[in-house]
């Protein structure tokens, strides 16, 4: 029924930056938490990024200061700006949602950090 889809990956050259887009649906409740997760070739899956319907933020020690999560609540829309990218960013980035006991997981969006 819940439907999480991101967009907004593609390859960029180290230094450079992306913002991505994750947009909920099939839902009229509001999403009690969202975040952002990633794997890497060949490694375990990792959160990037957490945010709370109060605006409760977390970010993994790797991506603080470069990366910048937000929300709006009434929308379940997270964005995930990425700036000052670097090789070690290389990974599929996925969305999840988090509502009552139920969780929701997107197909996820790659993205490559290449010269």
């Known amino acids: 029924q819940v439907q999480l889809v991101e967009s907004g990956g593609g390859l960029v050259q180290p230094g450079g930056s992306l913002k991505l887009s994750c947009v909920g649906s099939?839902?009229?409740?509001?999403?009690?938490?969202m975040s952002w997760h990633r794997q890497p070739p060949g490694k375990e899956r990792e959160l990037v990024a957490f945010?709370?319907?109060?605006?409760?933020?977390i970010y993994a020690d790797s991506v603080k200061g470069r990366f910048t999560i937000s929300r709006e609540n009434a929308k379940n829309t997270i964005d995930l700006q990425m700036n000052s990218l670097q090789p070690e960013d290389t990974a599929v980035y996925y969305c999840?949602?988090?509502?009552?006991?139920?969780?929701?997981w997107g197909q996820g969006t790659q993205v490559t950090v290449s010269s």
């Open positions: 999840r949602g988090r509502v009552g006991s139920n969780e929701f």
């Open positions: 099939g839902t009229r409740f509001r999403l009690t938490s």
């Open positions: 945010i709370s319907d109060s605006r409760r933020i």
